[in-house]
């Protein structure tokens, strides 16, 4: 009898436990419906993780609403101060710069935004990252107060523009980051890290209580990553994402007529680019197979046809959308299927075992590996139409997906033959970074094997010229000996889109494509 | 020429069925009997064009006559699955036998593989496999058959044991048979209905897996014209161009019925048969 009295209270006891659970679920729900919530979904994510001085993942710091930079990019592609007053001064040959520091700034974690924080961020770049230097190398950084002054050993006229990447993003290093990949860095923005996946590449954000520059309208971001295309379509359909960055050309016109839908066009400053691999060994190390390469491809039809119009036909490495001698520059290959085959007859490429493929002067079967990844919608097509074009000239070319974090490490590496990506040429404003990252000789991702005295000459006499006019004039003709060279295709220039439900406010396209929310971003 | 056509009547369904497969295999030797266009060749201009007269399928993403393509397409289909099919129906059986006839050490050790492949989901370890040795279509073949052919194995030893224990086999090696001619004449001979119902059916269903690792990427590469491949580009353009994936997925859907209802067709004659 005993024993059974126990037992009921026991189960009572569970009872009353169980229905405080369910209250307690119950509950939730509700608490649900007051927060603010956007839900965005991505094509892109980052690759290793959130701390801003690794690889491009400072992108995503700033993407996300957790990051910000001294300078920012205006839509006009101008630069103005961020976390910085407009009033930076240069000594006459660019090589000492002083910025001042908002004095109204504070990190999430409530500590103020000093001069000596900004000087330890931008040290922390180039002790703790590998691509500073592409940007510059500076000889000292000194902090008095809010001023902070940056010398440098070489003239760095465009210190403005190169701070406003998000390679710069300013994060608290007074705090322990042992974790930052994970936990995120401790930054200036509107929004905080809340919790990263790396093996799904999930992300959520939280309001900044802190937030330095006013009232944040949503509670929380959740960014959704997938690489299919069709996925992100009809994750807007179905309402499981609010928003969706870079929507396919394929569908952007289904939401344009549909009233339920805003869709948010920018230009940017992107080329898609197919990059040759030439170094010795390499089927592409003979000019002339890159030349029959790039006077085989019909880049206009490809954007008009299928590319559905929403693409710019390349010309230039620099997008048309800046005056960077698109309509100037001469391309010595552009279309010419005629004379693409004639140019692979002459050179002694012909298809010797009767498989439809060209073999090399030598013989040698030419099988060109081209890399790509899924996660921007005109990537598959566009190398799936160069395999096709190719097929009619005989060269052999065989797609090979993989996902962007391979992409750019094959990148890095030259594990490939050519490798199709979306490089924003134009992300500071000015193209010299970009350019030294990809094509000079030690850029980061440069693996391509191309080396020119008189492009290197060029590059470097840019990085000392502070005159605008004067550096447009030395980056068009740096382009020009691009072009003739026939170092890599420029397919076309995307703009940048993103579609989002009528009851979404604030989310941007712009030209730097790495702002994409900020405090005044909101759902109804 | 009396006896066969009673027999077309009397199995009227399986005849009918018979012809169509016939028709299918015609197609696969000889598509240039429904189209004259080049599967591969692609006009851009024309790309993601509504069915008509001049493309009664429409034409893809690269402006490829999609009519041609799905023609085309029974050619890698078809042929990859007889070859998945006799590649695991003689693995699995020459094994089954083997180790359901000897027994012993030989069948622990054939079974237990055997158990090792069936313990993994298929279709994964099959990724897996193609994973590893690279995407194309001969290896989705040799992945699919890895993971296939303990079913044949299984099946053929339980048949081979109980086989074993008839008196004609006791006799037969009573009176000297090889080992060898008692594994051909009685062991594979006697098993050879149940398993040839089982291969039948199985060609819709390799067809199948086949699809479904070309559709994820991992057997039939670009420009390839494959149904499962097709599939997974008119995948993106579902919503402007469905034509990519209705004609794919019907030809997929038809030829795969029609394995499917031979194969079942096929155990009912073999069934009546042994009844008889």
Known sequence: MKTKGWTKSLLSAALVAAMAAAMALLGKPVEAE??????????????????PVQEYDGWYALRYGIGQTLTKMNDDMSISGWLVNDDWATNDDNTEWTFTVRDDVTFSNGNKLTGDLVKASLENVFTN???????????????????????????????????????????????????????????????????????????????????????VALDEIDFIYTEDQSALTMSLQSGEADAVYNLSMND?????????FVVEKGTSGRTTIGFMNQNEGKALHDEVLRKAILQNLDKKTFCNTLLMGQYTAGNTLLTSAADYGYNELKDPNSYNPDNAKKLLDDAGYKDVDGDGFREDPNGNAIHIDYVY????????????????????????????VQDTSVVMDRQASGNYDMLCMSINMMNCGD????????FCKGGSYNATGYESQEFNDLMKKVSETSDTDQRKDLVKQAEQVLLNDAVAVYYCYPSINFVTKKNVKNVYATPADFYWVDEKTDIS | ????????????????????????????????????????????????????????????????????????????????????????????????????YFGGFIDALIMRIADIMIAFPGLVLAMAIVGILGPNLMNAVLAIAAVSWPKYARLARSLVLKIRQRDYVAAAVLTGSRTGYILRRYMFRLSLPTLIVTAATDIGKM??????????????????????????????????????????????????????LIGDSLRDLLDTAQEE
């Not at chain 1, 710069?168 to 860095?185: A, H, L, M, Q, R």
């Not at chain 2, 006009?43 to 085309?72: E, I, N």
């Not at chain 2, 590469?221 to 491949?229: A, D, H, K, V, Y």
């Open chain 2, 207 to 260: 067809m199948l897996e086949m699809a479904a690792l070309s559709f994820l990427g991992f057997g039939a590469q670009p420009p390839t014209p494959e149904w499962g491949l097709m599939l997974n580009e008119g995948r993106s353009y579902l919503q402007i161009a469905p034509w990519l994936m209705i004609y794919p997925g019907l030809a997929m859907f038809l030829v795969v019925s029609v394995f499917n």
């Open chain 1, 252 to 260: 952007v016109g289904t939401f344009e007529k549909d009233d339920n």
């Open chain 1, 373 to 400: 990844y899924t996660g921007r919608p005109e990537q598959q097509i566009l190398v799936e139409a160069t395999q096709t074009a190719m097929a009619q000239i005989g060269i052999k070319v065989t797609p090979d």
């Open chain 2, 1 to 100: 020429m009396k006896k066969r056509s009673a027999f077309i009547w009397k199995h009227k369904v399986f005849s009918v069925l018979l012809l169509l497969a016939f028709l299918i295999l015609l197609i696969v030797i000889f598509p240039e009997i429904l189209t004259s266009k080049d599967p591969n060749a692609a006009v851009m201009m024309d790309a993601l064009q509504a069915p008509s007269r001049a493309h009664p399928f429409g034409t893809d993403k690269l402006g490829r006559d999609l009519f041609a393509r799905v023609v085309y397409g029974a050619r890698t289909s078809v042929p990859t699955a007889f070859l998945l099919v006799f590649l695991i129906f003689s693995i699995g059986s020459f094994l089954g036998i083997i180790a359901g």
């Open chain 1, 34 to 51: 007051d927060k603010k919530v956007l839900k965005i979904a991505s094509g892109q994510a980052t690759a290793a993780g959130m701390d």
């Open chain 1, 431 to 438: 193209p010299e970074n970009q350019i030294n990252t990809y």
């Open chain 1, 129 to 215: 990252g590998t691509r500073g230097p592409e940007y510059f190398t500076p000889s000292e950084i000194t902090a008095d107060g809010q001023k902070v002054t940056i010398k440098t050993e070489n003239p760095e006229p465009i210190m403005p523009n190169k701070l406003a990447d998000p390679l710069f993003t300013i994060i608290d290093t007074s705090v322990d980051n042992s974790e930052i990949k994970i936990k995120g860095p401790i930054a200036t923005g509107p929004f905080v890290l809340d919790t990263y996946d790396i093996t799904t590449k999930q992300c959520t954000v939280k309001k900044n209580e802190n937030y330095w520059g006013g009232d």
